[in-house]
């Protein structure tokens, strides 16, 4: 199993232009999850899901749009980034079960640089 | 990833010594705990978690410790290895009611040789 990987690792953009991270499972989780992380911060959540065709907002969605289209697939997009848009950025996957309880396992993450 | 480890307190303990992680969480009503470990370039990885109703969890070299009274959580790691080098941060969680997840900032544990 490959577990979480996202895609891209690195990225720098423009302020205004669009991109779009992919964050894939391979473990059949039904939760994903994306966060971002800013230096002297904790963990933020961005989006979620809790199954294929459904999405929900975190603490800090604003600027930003996802889609869960397949189960194994969430993808986080960025309309017209912005500076306060650069961050590393998370995804998340969990058990089955659904539980916020059941553990949560991390993508490597995207660095995001945004100019 | 580093960017986040520059603005961290930090934790140096000799290899080979014992370490405690501390994390003060913030609601008395969070119920769920858990302890991350990130290392350098890479995302979070679940090394253990307690309930509320349990002031002591152990695993493999690690020890969670739990006081309510003070709303603070402390991680012991047991002989530190280099391989123990990263940032941990607690999560608290109030799975009984809105199951809000809420992640600290973290600490970053240097190992001296």
């Known amino acids: 199993n490959a577990g979480v990987t996202q895609t891209p690792k690195f990225r720098v953009l423009k302020t205004g232009q669009s991109m779009t991270l992919l964050c894939a499972q391979d473990m059949n989780h039904e939760y994903m999850y994306w966060y971002r992380q800013d230096p002297g911060m904790g963990l933020r959540l961005i989006h979620y899901s809790v199954g294929e065709g459904t999405t929900a907002k975190g603490e800090v969605p604003d600027g930003y749009n996802v889609s869960r289209l397949k189960k194994q697939n969430f993808l986080l997009g960025l309309e017209s980034a912005a500076p306060s848009q650069t961050s590393v950025y998370f995804c998340a996957s969990s058990t089955p079960t659904g539980r916020v309880t059941d553990t949560q396992y991390f993508g490597p993450g995207t660095r995001l640089t945004v100019l | 990833g580093e960017s986040v480890g520059l603005h961290l307190p930090t934790l140096s303990v000799q290899e080979g010594d014992n370490s405690i992680i501390n994390c003060a969480y913030s609601?008395?009503?969070?119920?769920?705990f858990i302890w991350y470990k990130q290392e350098s370039g890479k995302g979070p990885q679940f090394i253990i978690d307690?309930?509320?109703?349990?002031d002591k969890r152990q695993g493999q070299r690690v020890t969670v410790l739990l006081n309510k009274t003070v709303k603070h959580l402390s991680l012991q790691i047991a002989a530190t290895q280099p391989g123990d080098s990263a940032v941990y941060f607690c999560?608290?969680?109030?799975?009984?009611?809105?199951?809000?997840?809420?992640f600290g900032k973290g600490t970053r544990l240097h190992i001296l040789p």
């Open positions: 999560a608290e969680i109030r799975s009984n009611r809105d199951d809000k997840i809420i």
């Open positions: 609601n008395s009503a969070s119920d769920y």
């Open positions: 307690i309930r509320s109703n349990m």
